[in-house]
């Protein structure tokens, strides 16, 4: 057996600001080694934020001032990728000895884009991936994501790749990531309903992976003084639920629910083999005779300039 310790950071976005939850995420650097985590996972949009329940003045055909001015401050939250927030965070990679997977607002030009970092602790930052299909509303503040960045990346604990939130609700990007050879699935999210923790362990037991769900934790409307329309006040805004699933769909740690904390589980990605005995979804269960997918992996850019 060749044992790993994964974690799911379980924190939210602080509502004083983008460097406050970058010092709360390093504060838990003492937490992580002591874990002995050679992969910790944190939640979707933890740097930049994730602007639940505004609606950038927003309505179907026209735009208010005080929604410009609002979209104005949340792209001053967002980071620059690379920029000095990855730069502490890689060197909390190095410190702690852990490959960190999390999620960032990353500006880019006018753009804002919701997005996954990976950072190892030998080479820092080394790749990305920028959510392919924002959700709802969502699609007035991020851009589209490309084939560019699906990344599979190897880890300590194992081949590691991350889809965010609701992207994990599709089968054609769980495919092309099962066909990467993905070991460790990483879900950061902001979805903190218990059919998010079904979808889990779906897609555990289909890829036969492990999957780490990190979800941010978010207090009351009325805890954090702001109008939420249609929103129980006194319910929290995001409840966590963060978990680590085996890969026949067991749950090995969780669901952590209202609390900020580091949950951890150890894993063995040797058991991947057994688990895939009677089912490897892109492999022996596949029927490419009857189905297969092309995945366009060009970046895409709207101008180019040929010399």
Known sequence: ???????????????????????????????????????????EALLGGYPKGE?????????L???????????AS??????????????????TGAMLVLGVIERAGSTLYCTALY??????????????????TERLIWG???????????SAAGRVGGVICWENHMPLLRTAMYAQGVQIWCAPTVDERDIWQCSMRHIAHEG???????????????????????WDADRPLIRGNSMIVGPLGDVLAGPLQNTTGLLTAQIDVEELVRARYDFDVVGHYARPDVFTLQVDRRARQTVAFVD
């Open 1 to 43: 057996m060749a044992l790993s310790t994964v974690a799911a950071l379980q924190i939210g976005s602080s509502p004083e600001g983008t460097a406050q939850t970058l010092a709360d995420v390093l504060a838990f650097e003492a937490e992580i080694k002591a874990s002995g985590a050679g992969l910790v996972v944190m939640p």
């Open 65 to 75: 001032p005080e929604g410009r001015e609002a979209y104005a401050r949340y792209f």
């Open 119 to 136: 950072f190892d602790p030998d080479k820092g930052l080394v790749a990305k991936h920028r959510k392919l299909m924002p959700t709802g």
């Open 208 to 230: 036969r992976c492990f999957v780490i769900s990190a979800c941010q934790v978010q207090p009351s409307p009325r805890a954090l003084g702001i109008d939420a329309p249609g």
């Open 78 to 95: 967002a980071i620059d990728v690379p920029g000095p927030e990855t730069e502490a965070l890689a060197g909390l990679a190095q410190r």
């Open 144 to 154: 589209q994501g490309d084939g560019s960045t699906l990344p599979v990346v190897d």
């Open 55 to 63: 609606i950038f003045g927003t309505r179907l055909g026209y735009r």
